[in-house]
């Protein structure tokens, strides 16, 4: 498995829009807030002017982080087969020793480091769960360590 980074295309959307806001009417509101600022006056002991300058700075690193992983990250796209990919959607069991199965069927989508979200149901490839369950197929068991010792899971179904 590679270390690449993965989103999605709906990912990559979001991410332009939020970039085009950005660079739009957030930076001018920042900049606007920065002008008042400094008609304050004395910038050494301007509180307003220190904050925004610290927004600003903020504002510019996420502006460099989404550029980079526009520029850098492939678009995943969910592929027919049997096997857990990038974009597959995986119910899963947990099991104890002996196939006894414990607790309800859980649903997963295997995604990018940068769209994991365990709420939502969106686990990255890169995490314990996704490394364990990255390659495996319908049936298979597999297991990976958490802080509270080996969990095992088998895989109902993949899509």
Known sequence: MTQLNYITEDKKRGLEVELKDLKGPKRQEILDSLKYAKSLGDLSENAEYHQARDNQAHLEDRILK??????????????????????????????????????E????????????????????????????IFGKK????????????????????LS
Do not use: W
């Open 66 to 103: 989404i550029e980079h992983l526009l520029q850098t990250s492939c678009i995943a796209t969910k592929e027919l087969g049997d096997k857990v990919r990038i974009c597959s959607t995986v119910v899963v069991k947990r099991i104890e020793k002996g196939d006894i199965f414990t607790g």
């Open 105 to 132: 069927e859980k649903t997963f989508m295997i995604v990018g480091n940068e769209e994991a979200d365990t709420l939502s149901g969106k686990i990255s490839v890169l995490s314990p769960f996704g490394q364990a």
């Open 138 to 157: 319908k049936g298979d068991n597999f297991s990976f360590q958490t802080p509270n010792g080996i969990i095992n899971y088998k895989i109902i179904s």
